[in-house]
């Protein structure tokens, strides 16, 4: 009997302890399937990291920067494979994995780290659940529990939006919230760049947009949707804008992360920055419409008008700007809550829906 329940009570402890190891982990998003094994990896600075020769370029420095800021190690990194018997972590390619696009297998075993994709999305995301494991504190040698973490993304569209118009966000920060994005496997970034309260990416054809469309006058500690309108005569001292290389620096940063930048260009409503910037794309010239960039709340007459040659040239302008920078395959081009009362009374407006047989004001927009 004695036997029986020695054996019992190793399996009990055994079961036991890979509950706790399991209690300690927590991955978000929480990965396809996790299984434990009741032993460790020691990590410490003779551990090699091998990757992909093709991904040597951008993976290795990511890898780098992450494995020294997160445990301060600072390990040895190539392309060519680890020799026999070596201690390493693996990033390897193979097609034939049964996993989608994004998906990974990470293995960790007593001698080795390996992740498994198909892709390099896949390897990426495989390495932030191996971060998840990473303990807080560190003192050169950390030891990882030993498992096996399959996952295919749920979703392949895990997006974030973020509007910059409202309340300018500098470089920096752009920066920092797609590193900590990417690190929860999030996949796009929508940069809402333009609204009535600012316009902030450079458009080299098109100055005003920056140089007026980008400030506005300053209401802080007041109610959003209480401050007054601002007048010609106020300082615009609020505000700010990305140049093109400010642009082009941030997106080379997000591909590093696996993000994908996705611009919006928020038309035809939702545009008093653009319009205060350039007004000959307004309906027409009242004497009362104010011109000056919205400082919050409501902004009344901040539609472009839709039937003005005028207005297309420059969005097309514009609109070959944009593209030219973004890599991504989408272009936002708003849409939304847009106020027609103007192009009702707009000659322009009118002249162009009745010359192709539209019968409202939203037949106009589309």
Known sequence: ?????????????????????????????????????????????????????????????????????????????????????????????????????????????????????????????????????????NSGTVKLPDMTVKDNPRFGWRGIMLDVSRHFQPKEFILKHIDVLSSYKVNKFHWHLTDDQGWRIEIKKYPNLTEKGAWRADRTGVSWWQREEATAEEPKTVGGFYTQEDIKEVIAYAKVRNVEVIPEIDVPGHSKALVASYPHLFCYDESDANFEVAVGGKAPDNA???????????????????????????????????????????????????????????????
């Open 1 to 137: 009997m004695s036997k029986y329940f020695t054996y019992i009570l190793f399996f009990s402890m055994f079961g036991f302890n890979l509950q706790l190891v399991a209690q300690n982990y927590h991955f978000v998003p929480q990965p396809e399937s996790v299984s434990f094994i009741d032993d460790a990896f020691v990590l410490d600075k003779n551990t090699k990291v091998v990757v992909p020769k093709k991904f040597q370029g951008v993976l290795i420095p990511y890898l780098a920067e992450k494995f020294h800021k997160d445990l301060g190690l600072n390990l040895t990194y190539s392309y060519r494979n680890p020799e026999v018997g070596e201690k390493h972590i693996l990033f390897r390619l193979d097609k034939r994995l049964s996993v989608r696009d994004e998906g990974y297998l990470l293995e960790v075993q007593p001698e080795s780290i390996v992740v498994t994709a198909k892709d390099y999305g896949g390897l990426f995301n495989g390495f932030q659940t191996l971060r998840q494991s990473f303990p807080l504190q």
């Open 304 to 366: 472009v008008c839709a039937g003005k040659d005028t207005t297309y040239e420059f969005l097309e302008g514009v609109i070959e700007e944009v593209a030219a920078l973004f890599p991504s395959k989408y272009l936002h081009i708003g849409g939304d809550e847009c106020n027609k009362s103007n192009w009702k009374k707009c000659p322009y407006c009118q002249g162009v829906k009745t010359e192709n047989n539209l019968k409202d004001e939203e037949e106009l927009q589309s």
